[in-house]
C-alpha cells in the first residue's frame, strides 16, 4: 500500500530564507506527483505536478524535483515570504486517478 | 469557467439525519473524486468515478453514497449521519489516466455532526 510521508511537519523560518520540504513515498510506480498550498480553512491549490518521466518542475520562486527510483520529491522554495505561510501538500497520484497524500508540513514565515 | 464548485460551504447535522453535499465542475473532467480531511490525518479518499455511470471506492466509503448521473455534477450522500463524520469534505475534478493532468480542488463543506 503507498504510503507518503512529509517532513517536518512543521518548519519556521525568517523571511529571505531559503527553504527545503520533504516528501517520501514508498511505491515508486506513480503517475505523477502532485504539490500543493493550503491556506487556513481554505481549499487546496496546486502548486506543480511533476510528471512521472521528469526530475523537476519550476513555477516562479518554486521548484519541485522527483526522484522515483529513490522515492522522494522536494519542493524547493526560494527567497521565502510571510505569504508563504501555509501548509504544503505532497500527493502521488498511483493510478491515474485518486491522489495518496501526506499529511502536510505547516511553514510559517516570520517578517 | 467557474471551476469546482462545493454546497453548501457549511453545515451542522443532528446524529441519524441525512444529507447530501453537492460537487459540480465545468471543465469536462471524466474524474470527480471525494475527500475528507481530518487533523493529523491528512486526506482521505472516500468514493470516485472515473465517468457518468462508474463509481467506485475509496479508502474511507463507509457511511457514503455516490451516484454520477451527468459528467458535472458527484453528490455525496451522507445517509445517516454521525459525529464520526464530522469533517472538512473536499471534492476534486481532472481528466483521467493522463500523467499531465492537474487535479482541481472545491473550496470544501465544512460538516458538523451532533
Known amino acids: 500500500k503507498q504510503e507518503v510521508t512529509q517532513i517536518p511537519a512543521a518548519l519556521s523560518v525568517p523571511e529571505g530564507e531559503n527553504l527545503v520540504l520533504n516528501c517520501s513515498f514508498t511505491?515508486?510506480?506513480?503517475?505523477?506527483l502532485q504539490w500543493f498550498r493550503q491556506d487556513p480553512g481554505k481549499g487546496l491549490t496546486s502548486l506543480l505536478l511533476?510528471?512521472?518521466?521528469?526530475r523537476e518542475q519550476t513555477s516562479g520562486r518554486l521548484n519541485a524535483s522527483l526522484d522515483k527510483s529513490s522515492g522522494r520529491s522536494t519542493l524547493y522554495i526560494a527567497a521565502s515570504q510571510p505569504g508563504d505561510s501555509a501548509t504544503y501538500l505532497c500527493?502521488?497520484?498511483?493510478?491515474?486517478?485518486?491522489?495518496?497524500f501526506g499529511k502536510g508540513t505547516t511553514l510559517s514565515v516570520s517578517s | 469557467n467557474a471551476g469546482v464548485t462545493q454546497t453548501p460551504k457549511f453545515q451542522v447535522l443532528k446524529t441519524g439525519q441525512s444529507m447530501t453535499l453537492q460537487c459540480a465542475q465545468d471543465?469536462?473532467?471524466?474524474?470527480m473524486s471525494w475527500y475528507r480531511q481530518d487533523p493529523g490525518m491528512g486526506l482521505r479518499l472516500i468514493h470516485y468515478?472515473?465517468?457518468?455511470?462508474?463509481?467506485d471506492q475509496g479508502e474511507v466509503p463507509n457511511g457514503y453514497n455516490v451516484s454520477r448521473s451527468t459528467t458535472e455534477d458527484f453528490p455525496l450522500r451522507l445517509l445517516s449521519a454521525a459525529p464520526s463524520q464530522t469533517s472538512v469534505y473536499f471534492c476534486?475534478?481532472?481528466?483521467?489516466?493522463?500523467?499531465?493532468?492537474?487535479?482541481?480542488f472545491g473550496p470544501g463543506t465544512r460538516l458538523t455532526v451532533l
Open positions: 476534486a475534478s481532472s481528466y483521467a489516466g493522463r500523467d499531465t493532468d492537474t487535479q482541481y
Open positions: 511505491d515508486s510506480a506513480i503517475y505523477n
Open positions: 511533476i510528471q512521472s518521466s521528469q
Open positions: 500527493a502521488v497520484n498511483q493510478a491515474g486517478t485518486a491522489l495518496i
Open positions: 471543465m469536462n473532467h471524466e474524474y
Open positions: 468515478s472515473v465517468g457518468a455511470g462508474i463509481t
